[in-house]
């Protein structure tokens, strides 16, 4: 067995050295693209949940109640700290067909801030839109 020489010693301490970085970039990149995508989920819940709330309103708080709904759900997710806004707009062609729209903003913060880091701007802010008919019979 040949002994290994001195100018060996220390090689994989420094080949370590240069590969975590990019194994850390890799790592934090990974955890806030699955931040981001779980927001956007919730973002794209919220706005679904909201105008299906609007849609089973009593008349006249249809605008109201879908969009504090939209906004509490976002607000009540464990982690989900950035600013949220919702608009709720009833459109109503006729009484019949009232449709009630809700859209959900919500200022994305990443948890490690690595993806920012990079320059990504992206996905700064999450945005989610659902529609529903509104099923009171009565309009908005």
Not at 117 to 133: E, I, Y
Request: charged share 15%; hydrophobic share 50%; proline share 4%.
């Amino acid at each position: 067995m040949r002994k290994r020489s001195t100018s060996e010693s220390g090689a994989s301490a420094v080949e370590f050295a240069l590969v975590l970085p990019l194994l850390l970039s890799v790592l934090f990149f990974a955890i806030d693209f699955s931040w981001m995508f779980y927001a956007d989920l919730q973002v794209a819940n919220a706005a679904r949940d909201g105008a299906r709330f609007g849609a089973v309103a009593p008349q006249g708080s249809v605008e109201s109640e879908a969009e504090a709904r939209a906004e509490a759900i976002v607000s009540a997710m464990p982690g989900m700290t950035g600013a949220v806004s919702a608009t709720a707009a009833c459109v109503f062609p006729s009484v019949e067909d009232a449709n009630v729209t809700v859209t959900v903003t919500y200022d994305f913060e990443p948890l490690v801030g690595f993806v920012f880091l990079l320059n990504v701007n992206l996905f700064k802010q999450l945005q989610a839109q659902a529609t529903m008919h509104v099923e009171n019979g009565t309009g908005c």
